[in-house]
């Protein structure tokens, strides 16, 4: 006899226990089981049963206001919380920095993965992700006070390299959302945002003999869910609730419901309102200038996320493909309440597939906040001010990404400029410092990922960072701005200084940057000129930026296509004053000068005023059995190659 599944959300909630590990989806604002929750916070101010909760969540599912799970901050409701974002339920974060209840701050990708894990009955997952942060036994294994004892991440070795080991929590009661449920209880999702952790959470608690509550908008009759359409099979699933009135079930906070965001439509993007030149935008036009094309992006909340409006502005979209953590593949990435979800999106992926994407490297860039950085790059984002936020996907993504741009204003609190002249005013400093001794919290550590060769780069409305071996380098200041009066004070250490460039004047002008010429590098040729009289090839590299693969490919075509046509073996003489080249990508261009000094050099020399561009690049060449030094200056360039300058 087929079982009716279909029950009140006060009855589906009173078959949890005391004790029991609860996990629940969401993602920020959007889809939140909110009646399953507001049935839970109802039972226990009531009854103050059931108690002794753990909590196991991905992201913040609340609204930072009571909503969600920042419904479950009853003093005696939760025991422990395992979460990857704490900012989005503040009450149960001051609990646990209390000291009231246990909390673990891990990954978000690590603890959406978990499920899987718990799913298939192993004891854990073993993953990189992590190491060197906060989550690394060795700097605290991720719990937030004192009153944390167990050690749910351990510190491993395998085949000679370093691993974490994050331990299984067994799942009781999966608390998840559909928009339809047939008799049988098998669950679709057509209506929602994005499909989240759902299968592998309700197949986590039933595999442990627990129970799966779905909140769903709908009923709808036996067969009429085909079977590629169904998310969540009957089997897996104990009690559906419907929700009632349909705000419990809203899309997101801020929004009812919106197709395009369900993918139920294609919607114009064209007109997207054009930012005003601010901060925030001079930040985001210059990470802008980092974009890959062909590549696969993420952006983090903030400034960041200017980046898009920027490429759109540009008309750079078409050669790049957004996507977010909570897995969404292109379209256009929506913000405010509808974080994580996109309008015409290409597709949906579970969270827990887009984060094996994103660990195994899938990533070309990333472009994330930052609330506090110091001297070795380290990056902070979780914990800071007095308040734990959370590490929500910034450690999984940060540490697997391609390259990464750490984008924030230079102080917070109060900042004002203006752009004046092609120049940047500071009209009102920010009365706290981001640049500090040490940070509070390793979120990102700069000295692994200068030992790993990523490229990162910190980019402010002044100036810009980057991550060397030996910590935080200048290499850029915006047009307007002292580096004494305007950087240094406002900074508790000093950072390397080798005759920073200025940053690029379009950036401060308000009409388009010709971003996409830069990107495409149309205008490389551009850079490249021929004194046949002298036979000396000059190679203007100042400010260029080498980014990827295709920069290099790019400029060993501009380069042949100028010594073809000058038809004979030339001198060349490099310019590479502010030219940065991304950290892993030193070899590839080392392979490149080979090449062209093979096929195309008589001689060559070249020059970059930054002691550190200098040593790397030398490095890179002799390591190509090319004994080539890198100088100082035009002079000795030229000197070199027994000529003056023009």
Known sequence: MQKNK??????????????????????????????????????????KAPRDLTLIMCAGAGDSKGLGTGRLHHDGLLKRVIAANFGRMPKVAQAAQDNKIQGYNLPQGVISKLYRSCASGSPGLFTRVGLHTYVDPRLGGGKVNTVTKEDLVKL?????????????????????????????????????????DVL?????????????????????ADGSIKPKDVKVPGILVDCVVVADPPEMHRMNYGVMYDPALAGEVRVTVDNLPKMELDERKIIARRASFELPPNGVIN??????????????????????????????VGGVLAGGSSFGSSANAHSILDQNQMFDFYHGGGLDLTCLGMAECDSLGNVNTSKFGGKLNGCGGFID?????????????FTAGGLEVAVEDGKLKIVKEGRARKFVKQVEQVTFSGTYAAQKGQPVIYVTERCVFQLTDHGLELIEVAPGIDIERDILPHMAFKPHIHRPITMNPALFRDEPMGLLADLLNLNLKDRISYDASRNVLSINLEAWSVRKKADVADLQKAISDACTAAGRR???????????????????????????????????ARYAT?????????????????????????????????????
């Open 200 to 220: 592998a959470q309700a197949m986590a608690a039933h595999n442990n003999g627990g129970i799966v509550i779905a909140q769903v908008e709908r009923l709808v």
């Open 299 to 328: 952006l983090g909340v903030g400034a960041p996320d200017g980046v898009a409006n920027v490429a759109n502005e540009e008309k750079v979209t078409p050669l790049l493909v957004m996507t977010t953590e909570a897995g969404a």
């Open 156 to 196: 491993v070795e395998v085949d000679g390299k370093e691993w974490l080991f994050y331990k299984a929590t067994p799942i009781n009661v999966a608390l998840i959302r559909a928009t339809s449920a047939d008799p049988l209880g098998n669950l679709s999702l057509e209506k929602e945002a994005l499909t989240l």
């Open 570 to 604: 030339v001198n060349a003489i490099v310019n590479q004053d502010g030219c940065r080249i991304a950290e892993d990508l030193y070899d590839e261009y080392a392979d490149m000068v080979a090449y062209v000094s093979k096929h195309h050099y008589e001689r060559m």
């Open 397 to 409: 993504i940060s540490q697997n990404a391609r390259a990464v741009v750490f984008a924030g204003t």
């Open 610 to 646: 930054s002691v550190i561009t200098r040593t790397k690049l030398q490095d890179a060449l002799r390591r190509r059995g090319l004994e080539t030094r890198v100088y100082e200056g035009a002079k000795e360039a030229y000197a070199a190659l027994e000529m003056e300058p023009a």
């Open 6 to 47: 279909v029950v009140s959300a006060d009855d589906a909630i009173a078959l949890i226990n005391d004790g029991d590990v609860i996990a629940t989806t969401g993602f920020v604002q959007s889809c939140i089981p909110e009646m399953l929750h507001a049935a839970l916070e109802k039972r226990y101010v009531d009854t």
